[in-house]
């Protein structure tokens, strides 16, 4: 299994951008899919979550400002974020919670390898 992430890039603040995350390989189900992102010197944070049937949870600093869905028959998971800020600058990491086997059900998690958004001026 790999997610692919894409999207990422410098823009100014107030500006906006579309993160896309693609899952590819072996898979049977996806669960829970997120993004999380990880700023210099900090730990990584949960940016945002959605469910398989679209609830979605964010974190305080960027409701209002990002929007994540995602497209089930495609396995991907999207990410809008709109008027920018500098401290949204980041490396930006997707998850996806993927099932494997058609017996039983257990799902592993996986990560992308990162995109960086940077917001500067």
């Known amino acids: 299994v790999q997610l692919q992430a894409s999207g990422g890039g410098l823009v100014q603040p107030g500006g906006s951008l579309r993160l896309s995350c693609a899952a590819s390989?072996?898979?049977?189900?996806?669960?829970?899919m997120g993004w999380y992102r990880q700023a210099p010197g900090k730990q990584r944070e949960l940016v945002a979550s959605?469910?398989?049937?679209?609830?979605?949870e964010y974190r305080n600093s960027v409701k209002g400002r990002f929007t994540i869905s995602r497209d089930n028959a495609k396995n991907t998971v999207y990410l809008q974020m709109n008027s920018l800020k500098p401290e949204d600058t980041a490396v930006y990491y997707c998850?996806?919670?993927?099932?494997?086997?058609?017996?039983?059900?257990?799902?592993?998690?996986?990560w992308g390898r990162g995109t960086l958004v940077t917001v500067s001026s």
């Open positions: 959605i469910t398989r049937g679209g609830f979605t």
């Open positions: 390989g072996s898979i049977v189900d996806i669960s829970d």
């Open positions: 998850n996806a919670q993927i099932r494997q086997s058609s017996f039983g059900l257990i799902y592993t998690a996986y």
